[in-house]
């Protein structure tokens, strides 16, 4: 079967045209439990990449991004463990009700919510920002709780059987309690209830945390609660009117919280849902990212590797459904640069391009404005390594700006250690003992050469003397960087400049 030719973002935009009304809205939202892992970057970009596409076709929109901090503390992230003792006593509380470890936010969840801010800035995404305590706070749930609290079989059997649960515990109910005495959300009962009010006791045991006994009562006006998640969800799409939201692939598994969103709205809702859509996991060389198992590299390591654009770029290009493995390392970042170069030069208006090739010209137009860059980043990495002043690398690259903006990047990626091991030398003439092949290769080169006429003069001159390519390609390198590899032989002359190089060999 032909895939379809467009890009992702192209038939999903149709289809909200097609069975939505303007303004279109766009929802997606995170837990704040911990900081921020490249994984986590689907939740807002993909969004961010829909509300874009549509806004350029003149389509009204908002994007409502919401920060579930109302939910439940339930680990200790590995790279919190020095704040354990500090963290432990908070578990099972709302994230919005944790004291935050390092004292610069008023709670956990905000701290690592103004990480999420943060980033987006860098990524220059910018949704209407909402925090789940305060919509809750503000009562916007309150008539959807009401809703399943007077229809709570109704919604335990939604539940049930969209989870492909025979059956759900005797005490499952809709809304989460916050125990009074000690503050927990994880672990509350609730032992009855009617419509506006429920009786509960903190008595559960989750394996993290257990429940401090205490029994009391509340009403929902006062908001003393948090809907559970699998009506939380399909309820705050409910709250903000919501066009379409996206979802990781295993919330749209057989059974998952996707299912049951669709079973809220159809059964219990009985209105059309909005269009969902599922992204593949992000992982690092082949890895699934994930918070809590400390795999994976944080956000802020990938923003200090790579350029906001190319990571937009990189997470757009792809089907939306396959899953992307990110490898800041070697010489899957170089590729990475060089695709994107070539995606800012191809045009599609009105012209006939391949599939490949449109996803990639529409992804770097969802990444970007313009192209910040114009020298290729193997080039840059090897101007570095032979000058050293990047001053004098922009100038002789023609690319001042570019460079100035890619050093960072240049920098980190090398002291990571993560550069090939072809890019990792200085030049170092060195004298070996048969320099008459080299020496008589050098008095061919001259000064008008490119580098690719260059790189056609080694095997033309190989060819000649009768000896291997790859032989000669190595005595050059050893007499030019004292090792037997290195960056492409042609563009390396070119760079340190024929005639320094014709002089170097001919005066050894």
């Known amino acids: 079967m032909e895939k379809e030719p467009r890009h992702w973002v192209e038939i999903l935009s149709d289809r909200i045209v097609a069975e939505k009304e303007e303004p279109y809205i766009i929802t997606s939202g995170i837990t704040t439990s911990g900081s921020l892992h490249v994984g986590t970057l689907c939740e807002f970009l993909f969004s961010s990449a829909i509300e874009r596409y549509l806004k350029d076709k003149g389509y009204q929109t908002e994007f409502h991004f919401i920060a579930d901090i109302y939910d439940a503390f339930d680990a200790v992230p590995i790279n919190l463990m020095k704040y354990e003792k500090q963290l432990t006593p908070h578990l099972g509380k709302p994230l919005c009700n944790v004291p935050d470890p390092e004292g610069c936010h008023e709670s956990y969840g905000e701290h690592f919510f103004s990480e999420a801010i943060d980033v987006m800035k860098i990524l220059e995404v910018s949704p209407k920002l909402e925090r789940a305590n305060q919509l809750y706070s503000e009562g916007r749930f309150d008539s959807l709780a009401k809703f399943f609290l007077k229809n709570h079989e109704e919604a335990k059997k939604a539940v049930s059987e969209s989870s492909l649960k025979q059956e759900l515990p005797a005490e499952w109910n809709a809304s989460m309690p916050v125990c009074q005495n000690c503050g927990r959300i994880a672990t509350t009962v609730v032992t009855e209830f009617d419509e506006n009010s429920y009786s509960y006791k903190d008595t559960r045991d989750v394996g993290y945390t257990k429940g401090c006994g205490y029994e009391g009562e509340n009403k929902l006006s006062e908001h003393k609660y948090k809907l559970t998640w699998r009506l939380h969800w399909p309820s705050w799409m409910e709250v903000f009117h919501t066009s379409v939201e996206g979802a990781g692939v295993d919330h749209h598994t057989r059974g998952g919280s996707w299912d049951t969103a669709l079973a809220v709205y159809k059964d219990l809702f009985k209105k059309e849902p909005p269009i969902g859509y599922k992204f593949g996991f992000i992982l690092l060389k082949g890895k699934k990212y994930s918070k809590s198992k400390g795999i994976g590299l944080g956000v802020t390591d990938i923003l200090d590797l790579i350029p906001p654009e190319l990571i937009k770029y990189t997470l757009f290009r792809p089907d939306i459904q396959e899953n992307k493995d990110i490898d800041p390392t070697g010489y899957n970042l170089m590729r990475a640069f060089d695709d994107y170069a070539y995606a800012s030069r191809i045009d599609i ?5 391949s599939r490949a090739d449109r996803k990639k010209a529409i992804a770097f137009s969802l990444s970007t404005d313009r192209m910040k860059w114009k020298a290729s980043f193997a080039d840059l990495l090897m101007y570095k390594q032979l000058y050293g002043d990047w001053r004098k690398v922009g100038e002789l690259l023609q690319d001042s700006e570019g460079v100035e903006y890619l050093k ?31 020496k008589e290769f050098a008095g061919r080169l001259q000064d008008a050469m490119k580098a690719i006429e260059i790189h056609n003069l080694v095997f033309e001159f190989a060819r000649e003397k009768g000896v291997k390519p790859e032989d000669l390609f190595m005595q050059l390198y050893r007499v030019l960087l004292n090792k037997e590899k290195g960056p492409r032989m042609g563009k390396l002359i070119e760079a340190i400049g024929v005639n320094r190089v014709r002089r170097t060999i001919e005066g050894m």
């Open 349 to 353: 208006s009105g012209k006939e391009v």
């Open 408 to 438: 960072p990047y240049v920098e980190k990626w090398i002291a990571e250690e993560f550069a090939p091991e072809e890019y990792v030398f200085s030049f170092q003439p060195t004298k070996q003992s048969d320099m008459a092949l080299v």
